[in-house]
């Protein structure tokens, strides 16, 4: 559903690459015009940065629209948390004087990581598939939302605060112990998981409620929510790089699955992209470089994981990729993060095209194997030398990065309304159009 103006109604962020796309940015600056901000999938894997003036606020479960104490942040059903994890953010927060009160909700639908979890994925990390290991972030994601969808051993954040938990963790930690037994099972115990997890549920219980049927009420009631996606649309679990994806639905499929706020409730998507592109962990990337112009867009880009540390693999623009997550998520307008770090690339190239099996492709491949043989067909761009950091509007960039820009739009087949030039609010230019409608909605 397209919305009339600027970036009406119920709003999605969602990042059409393989995560990293600086949503949390964005999430921030929109944040004002909302009543809501909801987290919906994913869980500790997910790292969103927030620059405000000096300070840097990292974000894992918690979402980025938290740093505003008029708006309601949700941690929706979706969701695995971590509760250590949680808290501590929770604890960082209030240390640095952000208000968190009766401006944090979370699932009682959530399903909770526990030791596990983590053990889990650990183990599989030796592991290969396709002759590469998943290199996951090895925070239990994967192995949490198995859990769920097996049923049998899946503890939510309500069960957490029920009187049965001891008997429900020393049953799934029986079972485990068997499972894992070589791999952390041995080591697991009970007693002591069930005391640290009673612990985390009494400090989290003010916060857990069903937040389902009180998202159902806002939007009926017309208050304004911004839904905030985790990681990127290609690593999908059903449309992404499988099996080189994350667990969840971080496409714009997601967004109802993972709150309970159904599509007629969701009037804009808004896709964002970086203007390279960059994946961590294994699986293939064909725009991927390995010479001195990926290590350029590493250091200028800080391209190193929020939530792990490791160094991000960096390419060129994949324009066939884009454009079929855009599709996929339904994307109406495109915000273009990162523009600033191409700045001293004499050219730049845009992916337009696959070569696969001597075939000139442009439908990205639902198998990887496919993926793998592809060999990126260039468009080559003039670059630019100017700093872009100071342009704060469309005539401040320079001809060749708004021809750039341009070119993107058009092979992606959605309008870019949003440009980030840097970290800060204000790094932040609104085009014409439905976006420079959108500068109303945000605090820039
Ligand atoms: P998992 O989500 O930890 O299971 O990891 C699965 C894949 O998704 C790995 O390649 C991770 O590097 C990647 N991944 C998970 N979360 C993020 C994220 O927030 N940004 C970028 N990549 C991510």
Sequence with gaps: MNSPRGLDGNTCVIGLQWGDEAKGKLVDLLTPRFDLVVRYQGGANAGHTVVVGDATFKLHHIPSGILNSRVMSVVGPGVVVNPATLLKE?????????????NLLLSDRAHVVFPWHIAEDQALNDSQVKGEGLGTTLRGIGPCYRDKVG?????????MLRPDFAALVQRVVEAKRRWLSGCGGDAL?????????????ERLRPFVTDTTPLLLDAVEQGKRVLFEGAQGALLDIDHG??????SSNSSGVGVSA?????????????GVIKVYSTRVGGGPFP?????ATGEHIRERGREYGTTTGRPRRCGWFDAVAARYTARVSGADLLSAMMLDVLSGLPELRLCVAYEIGGRRVTQFPSHIDDLRQATPVYETLPGWSEDLTRARGGDDLPLNARRYLERISELVGCPIGIVSVGPDREQTIFLQGRASAAREDCRV
């Design 90 to 102: 929770i604890d960082t927060l209030r240390d640095r004087g952000v208000v968190i009160d009766h």
């Design 241 to 246: 790089t499988f099996p080189f994806v994350t």
């Design 151 to 159: 049923r049998m051993y899946a503890i939510r954040l309500g069960d």
């Design 258 to 270: 993972g709150s309970g706020v159904p599509g007629r409730w969701i009037h804009t998507t808004l």
């Design 287 to 291: 725009t991927e470089l390995f010479d």
């Design 189 to 201: 115990d009970a007693a002591a998981i069930h005391q640290e997890y009673a612990h985390h549920a």
